[in-house]
């Protein structure tokens, strides 16, 4: 997306994103040079900054006060950053989205503390709100997303898990750091206790909805405009929904089942897993489920009186069903 | 150490110290079973607890309100654990007090997420205390302490570093945590500015006099006591105070540095290394060190007025000193 594109997007908040960036910038601002280094190489790739959006917009549903909306929003970018960095030591991975990894620049052991660092910062920034209820929000969603991971993890090359247990997974892996966006933002905004409530509700099926999409890109997605190989998900044995609807609904002789057994040919079975899944109805499947997220998004702001705010919610949720990266 | 001994240290508040267990002992309660494995062993092994013990004892200065300060100690007794848990995966440790590290037991990956979750639970945790400001001490400690294990590991096998650089990086790795407990308590116990100005300063005199003994005990300990070979931090690269006083007072032909630049013979030069430093005069020189920051951390609450429990912080910092494990 170019800058002219994601100003469309967030509209009311879209200028006052800069201080997020300013904010996240002067994170990198320490006096170890090797830290330094290492932020430097973490913080660079810049992404959608989509959760400090839901942020700002949510906060500007209630009195819209950027002394305590921009340090939620930087500090849930660097957590979110941060778990990334993590995840890539978890999986080995070398790049994303065309960049190396930190893993790869530097080394696994520097960069587990790089991570614990960028982690140890997002939660002092979050005292910057001032709400010790938003600083405990944001530690509850952290132990969500890292109970998400682990299971993720644990659970890999395991055939036997169902949609539910999926769902599960990744309203922790993934939605429990938009809901706490959302409802954050309307905490520091002082919002009604219907509206934090809605807001909470937003966030996470937004997030649920957000994953999905996610997943449903690593089967049919452009390589060159993802920066990753299709098929990631399934060559480190996560089976995301597509890949389930598809076990659940072809127990036999699956090609799915016989990529996570196999242990020659792998690469042949993966492209064989892939493309059955593909040309399969479970991709339409899950995008139906996306979508039915976000209808109840879309319905938890329902009542809101309408606004540029409220629009600018509804179009960002419809983007997320769009999105091609 | 026996709990008889543990009771004596740790006087008028040592009966509470068992809060500080069951809370330690509720965050293994998850739903996950994985986690729950990993918690299970991670929280198995019990240290002494001084770190919660200080906590205690600094509330005890002030309004000794347990419902805050067991909460503060416990989390800073798993954000200890936590730390050593990602210090083994990145130093690539197989045992820790002779049991097997998390990273032994599970992977390296596991490890990873099971220690951020410890993290993010500390944090949690700690917000329980309702103090924002606490709070945020907690965070910025867990900065300190980070950026001071970053240090160690950019700066292994780097003979041109010196103690002052030393003193930096143990500041970071271990006093800010200790400081955090004693000033933190002090906090919550309503104390004067003057009480948590003198037990900040005693807590991080008392953990740079913790980390010096410790450093020390690696080239003169007991292995079957300390549950770790002699050396174990040479070996990796990390040059400690008595080396660092070697190498400063012996410039020429010297056998840390012939250690660390050995490509061939690495034990017999280890043990080349480690007996001439502990035949030097620079192990008495580094306790002396250790007592110089024992008699600080003393003279900063010698103003307050006699009572248990400052005989009981007086004796403790005593103990420091004389510990063999």
Redesign the interface.
């Known amino acids: 997306m170019t800058a002219v594109q994601v100003a469309e997007l967030y509209g009311p908040v879209a200028e006052d994103m800069v201080l997020v960036e300013d904010l996240l910038e002067s994170t990198k601002n ?1 006096d ?1 040079p ?2 330094k280094r290492m932020l430097d190489h973490a913080l660079e790739a810049r992404g959608k900054r989509l959760r400090p959006a839901l942020v700002l917009l949510a906060g500007h549903l209630g009195d819209y006060n950027l002394n305590k909306l921009v340090p939620l929003g930087a500090a849930i970018e660097l957590l979110h950053t941060a ?1 990334l960095v ?1 995840d890539d ?4 991975a070398t790049s994303r989205r065309g960049r190396p990894t930190a893993n790869a620049v530097f080394d ?3 960069t ?6 960028m ?3 997002a ?2 920034m979050v ?1 910057r709100t ?3 209820a938003v ?2 929000l ?3 969603a ?2 969500k ?3 998400g ?3 993720q ?2 659970a890999a090359f395991d055939a036997g898990k169902d949609v539910q247990h999926y769902l599960w997974r990744i309203g922790g892996k993934t939605a429990a750091l938009f809901a706490n966006a959302t409802e954050g933002g309307a905490m520091l905004g002082n919002c009604d206790e219907r509206v934090i409530e809605a807001m909470r509700t937003y966030g996470y099926s937004f997030g649920m909805a957000f994953q999905i999409v996610d997943d449903v890109l690593d089967f049919i997605g452009d390589e060159t405009v993802m920066g990753k190989p299709v098929g990631s998900d399934l060559l480190e044995g996560t089976i995301t929904l597509p890949g389930l609807l598809f076990l659940e609904r072809y127990p036999k002789d699956n090609p799915i089942r016989r990529f996570i057994l196999a242990r020659r040919d792998r690469e042949s079975r993966l492209r064989e897993a892939i493309e059955a899944v593909r040309n399969s109805e479970c991709i339409d499947a899950s995008m139906e489920m996306a979508r039915d997220y976000i209808r109840r998004a879309q319905e938890a702001i329902a009542f809101l009186p309408e606004s540029e705010t409220k629009r600018c919610l509804i179009d960002l949720s419809e983007y997320v069903l769009s999105r091609n990266s």
Do not use: C, Q, W
Not at 89 to 92: F, K, L, R
Not at 112 to 117: C, N, P, R, T
């Open positions: 320490v170890l090797p830290l778990s993590h030591v978890v999986d080995g696994n052991a520097l587990v503390l790089l991570g614990d660092y982690f140890a910062n939660a002092e005292t001032g709400s010790l600083t405990r944001f530690a509850l952290l132990m997303m890292t109970s991971e682990l299971d993890d644990a």
